[in-house]
C-alpha cells in the first residue's frame, strides 16, 4: 500500500486542454454567444400559460447554455490550482471571459423580462394549475424577481461585466499566482530547503515552539517581500466591490452580502451576538491550551499546536480507513460517497510548488461529481480538513439531478454539510479514544476547529468590515492593512494571545479575501458550524430517522432561506437560545479540555 498523496483525475471531464471534446465545447461556447446576439425575449406574457410556457424555455435555455461554460471553466480552475505555471490552461480560461459576459448580459435580459411580467399575473399564476411543473422552482424565481431591482441598465451592466473580467477578476488572479509560487528557506533539523509558503505553513503544528515561531517568522518574512504586491491586488478587489455595491442601491458590500447569504438583519445580529458571547469561553480555551503548553500565553503560531497525544502520523490510508469508518456511523451512502472520491481520484492531497493552499472542494455537474483541493500534512488536523471537504461532495451528492437554478445555495447553507462531517468525525473519535491523552488531543482538534470557524472568523469579519469601509476613502497600505488585521485579532481572542505576535499577514494568503462574487467570505462559516451543531444536537436524539430529513434538507438548501429551513426542524434562528443550545456543545468540550 502506498503512502503517495493522491492527484486528481480530471480526464471524465476533458482528456486534455487539447482534446477534441473540449474543443468541440469551446465552438459550441462561441455559437451560442453568437446566437444569443440575434436572441429576441418574448412579449410580456398576456395569460398564465404564456408565461408558464416562456419560463420553461427560458429555465431550459440557461441550463444548456451553461454547461459547456461551467465545464471548461471547472477544467481549468483545476488544473491552474494545483499548478499556477500552466499557461495554457490560463489562456484557455481567460477565452471564456466573453462568454461569460454574454451569459451576464443575458442573464440581466432575463431578470428584466422576469421583473417587468405583472404582480397580478404573476401571483395569479401560481395559484393557478399552469405553475404545477414550476412549483420547484418558486423560491429561485421569486428572488430573481427581487433582484432585478438592484440591476443597473443594460448598457451599464455590460461595461461592469467587462470592467470585472479585466479588473477584479484580474486582481484575484494576481493573487492566486502570487500566494502559490510564494516560497521560503526554511531550516529543519539542520537540514535547509526551499518551500512554498503552502508547505511551510504545516511546520506551525509542530510539536517543538521554537520550530512553530520559526516557522510563523519565516513565512511572515516572505510575506513582507510581496505584501506591496497583494496589497495592491486587495485595494483593487475592495475598491470595486465599494463601487458596485452602491451603484446598485445597496447601502454597502455588507447588506449586498447578507442579501447573497439570504440572512436578514434580524438573524445576523442573532449570530454575532451569539459569537461575541462565545469569546469568553473560547479564551478559556486558549489560557488552558497556554498552560498545557507550558507558555505563559499562546501565540499565533500555536494555535495549531497539538496537544495531548499527536505522535501518530496519519498517512492517507489511515486517514481512509478512519473517514470510513465514522461516516459509517452516520450513513452508509456517506461512507460510499467518501470510497468513491478516495477511490476514483476526486482528490487532490499533495502539496507542491504551483498550487494553492487551504482546500476546497467543487462541484463538477456535467459528471455529476466532485473535486476536492487540500494540502494534506499527516495529521488529525488535515483528516479534519478532508472530512470538511467531503461534506460539501455530500452536499453535491444530495443535489444530483437537479436544475442548477436549484442548486444556488448561499454559502450559510453550504457550510452546513462539511461542518456536520467534522462533528460526526470529532465526537465519534472521542468516543473510541483509548486514553486521556488520546482524548485530550481529539478534544484539541474539535475545540481549535470551531474557534476557528467562530473567533478567527469575527476577526476576519472585523478586518474586512473595516477594510471595506476605510476602501471609501482611500487606498490602504500593507502596513496598515497589517495594523487593522491585529486589532481585529486582539478584539476576539483579547488577552488570551500574545499581542507581541499575532498574526498580521492572514489578509496575504487567504483567498476568500479576494472573490469578487462574494465579500464577507467569513461569517458563513459561523452560521455553518453553529447550525450544523444544532442538527447535530438533533441527531444525536433521533438517531437514523434524522438522515432522511437531513438529506432532504440538503437538497433543498438552493429552495428556501435559511429561516424556512430551520423552522422545517422547528428552530428559530433569531432567537438566542437556538445559538447558545448549539454552543452548550462547545461549553461540554471546554470543560473536559480544562479537566484533562
Not at 500552466?86 to 480560461?93: G, H, L, P, Q, Y
Amino acid at each position: 500500500m502506498s503512502n503517495a498523496l493522491p492527484h486528481w483525475q480530471l480526464k471524465e471531464l476533458y482528456p486534455s486542454l487539447d482534446s477534441p471534446e473540449l474543443k468541440a465545447d469551446l465552438l459550441k461556447i462561441k455559437n451560442n454567444v453568437s446566437a444569443l446576439k440575434e436572441l429576441e425575449f418574448p412579449p410580456c406574457p398576456g395569460s398564465v400559460e404564456e408565461l408558464a410556457s416562456d419560463l420553461a424555455k427560458m429555465i431550459a435555455q440557461e441550463e444548456e447554455l451553461s454547461e459547456p461554460v461551467e465545464a471548461i471553466s471547472v477544467y481549468c480552475h483545476a488544473l491552474i490550482t494545483t499548478d499556477s505555471y500552466n499557461s495554457d490552461a490560463v489562456k484557455i480560461e481567460s477565452s471564456l471571459s466573453g462568454a461569460m459576459v454574454a451569459l451576464g448580459l443575458l442573464n440581466v435580459r432575463y431578470l428584466k423580462w422576469l421583473a417587468a411580467v405583472p404582480e397580478k399575473l404573476w401571483n395569479e399564476f401560481w395559484a393557478s394549475d399552469a405553475s404545477q411543473d414550476l412549483k420547484d422552482f418558486k423560491f429561485a424565481l421569486n428572488e430573481e424577481r427581487d433582484n432585478a431591482s438592484h440591476l443597473l441598465s443594460e448598457k451599464e451592466e455590460e461595461l461592469a461585466a467587462r470592467l470585472e473580467q479585466c479588473g477584479t477578476h484580474a486582481w484575484a488572479k494576481m493573487q492566486g499566482l502570487i500566494t502559490s509560487r510564494a516560497t521560503a528557506e526554511f531550516t529543519y533539523k539542520g537540514e535547509t530547503k526551499r518551500l512554498p509558503l503552502t508547505a511551510l505553513r504545516a511546520y506551525q503544528t509542530d510539536s517543538d515552539p521554537d520550530i512553530r515561531l520559526n516557522a510563523q517568522k519565516t513565512e511572515e518574512a516572505a510575506w513582507k517581500q510581496l505584501e506591496d504586491q497583494v496589497a495592491a491586488c486587495l485595494n483593487g478587489v475592495k475598491g470595486s466591490a465599494n463601487t458596485m455595491a452602491k451603484a446598485r442601491g445597496y447601502s454597502s458590500a455588507l447588506e449586498q452580502s447578507l442579501r447573497i447569504s439570504r440572512l436578514d438583519d434580524e438573524t445576523f445580529s442573532a449570530l454575532w451576538d451569539a459569537m461575541e458571547r462565545s469569546f469568553p469561553l473560547f479564551r478559556r480555551y486558549f489560557v488552558s491550551k497556554a498552560k498545557k503548553l507550558g507558555l505563559p500565553k499562546l501565540r499565533w503560531c500555536d494555535l495549531d499546536a497539538p496537544v495531548g497525544d499527536s505522535s501518530r502520523n496519519y498517512s492517507i490510508e489511515d486517514c481512509q480507513a478512519f473517514l470510513y469508518r465514522h461516516f459509517e456511523s452516520f450513513s452508509p451512502e456517506l461512507r460510499d460517497l467518501a470510497k468513491r472520491a478516495f477511490e476514483n481520484n476526486w482528490i487532490d492531497a499533495e502539496p507542491r510548488d504551483g498550487k494553492r493552499g487551504g482546500a476546497f472542494c467543487m462541484p463538477v455537474r456535467k459528471l455529476e461529481e466532485s473535486r476536492i483541493l487540500a494540502n494534506y500534512a499527516c495529521n488529525f488536523d488535515s483528516v479534519n480538513c478532508l472530512a470538511h471537504e467531503l461534506g460539501h461532495a455530500f452536499h453535491n451528492y444530495c443535489m444530483k439531478g437537479l436544475p442548477m437554478k436549484q442548486r444556488k445555495c448561499p454559502m450559510t447553507l453550504a457550510e452546513t454539510a462539511s461542518i456536520m462531517d467534522e462533528m460526526i468525525v470529532s465526537e465519534s473519535a472521542l468516543k473510541e479514544a483509548q486514553s486521556k491523552e488520546e482524548e485530550l488531543y481529539i478534544l484539541e482538534s474539535a475545540i481549535a476547529s470551531t474557534s476557528g470557524v467562530i473567533v478567527d472568523i469575527a476577526s476576519r469579519f472585523l478586518f474586512e468590515k473595516e477594510v471595506m469601509e476605510r476602501r471609501l476613502e482611500s487606498e490602504l497600505t500593507a502596513k496598515e492593512l497589517c495594523a487593522i488585521m491585529e486589532k481585529a485579532q486582539k478584539a476576539t481572542f483579547g488577552d488570551a494571545l500574545d499581542e507581541n505576535c499575532l498574526g498580521p499577514y492572514m489578509w496575504t494568503w487567504k483567498p476568500h479575501y479576494y472573490f469578487s462574487g462574494f465579500n464577507f467570505y467569513n461569517y458563513p462559516y459561523a452560521f455553518g458550524r453553529l447550525f450544523a451543531m444544532a442538527l447535530y444536537s438533533l441527531y444525536r436524539k433521533e438517531g437514523a430517522a434524522f438522515v432522511p430529513k437531513y438529506m432532504d434538507f440538503l437538497r433543498s438548501a438552493g429552495q428556501a432561506s435559511p429561516r424556512e429551513l430551520a423552522s422545517r426542524f422547528g428552530y428559530n434562528i433569531t432567537k438566542k437560545e437556538f445559538w447558545d443550545n448549539s454552543l452548550s456543545i462547545v461549553e461540554n468540550w471546554v470543560k473536559r479540555y480544562e479537566e484533562l
